[in-house]
């Protein structure tokens, strides 16, 4: 009983949703918007774009999908009581390598705004752990990041 209520009320009961929360493309661009939001609870444009760019660069998506695909991942975001299932998948989903390359990703968002909030540091830091990144290479992607940066930094 309680597990049918869970599922109608986290829309699990649509069968269109459970296979988004399921898919690894969706799963990533809530993870890049919960950053994105974590400072001031809304996706700044420079935030979008780099969200934009990042989705479409690893799935390889057009425009049209990656409007759609940020859009269901924003109300995923607002819906989402924690951040666990969304990181299993990535964990289910991707190499080590594409684990870190998740993690640069989020710090590319968090930085997007040219200022790294305590929030923003703390829930990358959480993401890294749930998505088995060491700190190490945690701290590497932010490095890497920030170099990338100095060159273009309105990216």
Do not use: C
Request: glycine share 8%.
């Amino acid at each position: 009983m309680f597990d049918a209520l869970h599922r109608l009320l986290t829309g699990l009961d649509h069968p269109h949703r459970a296979a988004e929360q399921n898919d690894s493309g969706f799963a990533l661009a809530v993870l890049l918007i919960d950053v994105a939001r974590s400072s001031d609870n809304r996706v700044e444009d420079r935030e979008e774009g780099v969200i934009e760019r990042a989705l479409a660069r690893r799935f390889g998506l057009d425009q049209g999908k990656v409007t759609r695909l940020i859009n269901a991942a924003e109300e995923g975001a607002l819906q989402a009581t924690d951040l666990f299932h969304f990181t299993q998948v990535v964990i289910n989903n991707f190499s080590e390598d594409e684990r870190i390359g998740v993690i640069e990703m989020l710090w590319e968002v968090a930085y997007a705004d040219g200022v790294l909030t305590g929030d923003e540091d703390t829930l990358i830091r959480q993401v890294a752990g749930l998505i088995d990144v060491s700190d190490r290479d945690r701290g590497d992607a932010k490095l890497r990041v920030r170099t990338r940066l100095k060159g273009n930094p309105l990216q």
